[in-house]
T-cell receptor, first 115, second 109 residues
Framework: GAVVSQHPSWVICKSGTSVKIECRSL??????MFWYRQFPKQSLMLMAT?????????EQGVEKDKFLINHASLTLSTLTVTSAHPEDSSFYIC???????????FGPGTRLTVT | GQNIDQPTEMTATEGAIVQINCTYQ??????LFWYQQHAGEAPTFLSY??LDGLEEKGRFSSFLSRSKGYSYLLLKELQMKDSASYLC??????????WGAGTKLIIKP
């Protein structure tokens, strides 16, 4: 099956710094990639949808200047959390699909802790 | 608005059968997914229904009724490793995936 990787799997950073998370589709071309955030014991929350070569579409309440998303190729999307704060600590999960009417393939997630 | 409803938590016994229901109201419909998510891990795909009826895959089956806006996930011969959250998600007319809050399934020996 299709594989999506994320890097890093976990990261600890200091408040005020920026963190970049990479999401790669390893064996298919991801026309669309999604970024989710999940707080403990809560469901997935979609942050943004990105199509290759175009600007990401952010969900209501998600600051696009704080969560920078780049989808420069059909196999790579990056999420940069700028000026991170402790409340940004969460589990960030990316997913990708190559067709609009089929499943999203999920990466393993990145656990971010901001101290 | 768009809405997916599923029970917050369910408990079942090892070896038994459990049915997790999901009802939805969305702008259009292009398919319904069930995902399994273990604590601290990303979701994994279980099933996809776009036509009415039952799809069986090993111990797991998923049913869809589009006229009723209803689906269920049936898990048979429950094992302790089935303890997880089960997420129902619907693709709407814009191919946006609308997520339910998930059902936490607790399996007891």
């Amino acid at each position: 099956g299709a594989v999506v990787s994320q890097h890093p799997s976990w990261v600890i950073c200091k408040s005020g710094t920026s963190v970049k998370i990479e999401c790669r589709s390893l064996d298919f071309q991801a026309t669309t990639m999604f970024w989710y955030r999940q707080f403990p014991k809560q469901s997935l929350m979609l942050m943004a949808t990105s199509n290759e070569g175009s600007k990401a579409t952010y969900e209501q309440g998600v600051e696009k200047d704080k969560f920078l998303i780049n989808h420069a190729s059909l196999t790579l999307s990056t999420l940069t959390v700028t000026s991170a704060h402790p409340e940004d600590s969460s589990f960030y999960i990316c997913s990708a699909r190559d067709s609009p009417d089929y499943e999203q393939y999920f990466g393993p997630g990145t656990r971010l802790t901001v101290t | 608005g768009q809405n997916i409803d599923q029970p917050t938590e369910m408990t079942a016994t090892e070896g038994a059968i459990v049915q997790i229901n999901c009802t939805y109201q969305t702008s259009g419909f292009n398919g319904l997914f069930w995902y399994q998510q273990h604590a601290g891990e990303a979701p994994t795909f279980l099933s996809y229904n776009v036509l009415d009826g039952l799809e069986e895959k090993g111990r797991f089956s998923s049913f869809l009724s589009r006229s009723k806006g209803y689906s269920y996930l049936l898990l048979k011969e429950l094992q302790m490793k089935d303890s997880a959250s089960y997420l129902c998600a619907v693709t709407d007319s814009n191919y946006q995936l609308i997520w339910g809050a998930g059902t936490k399934l607790i399996i007891k020996p």
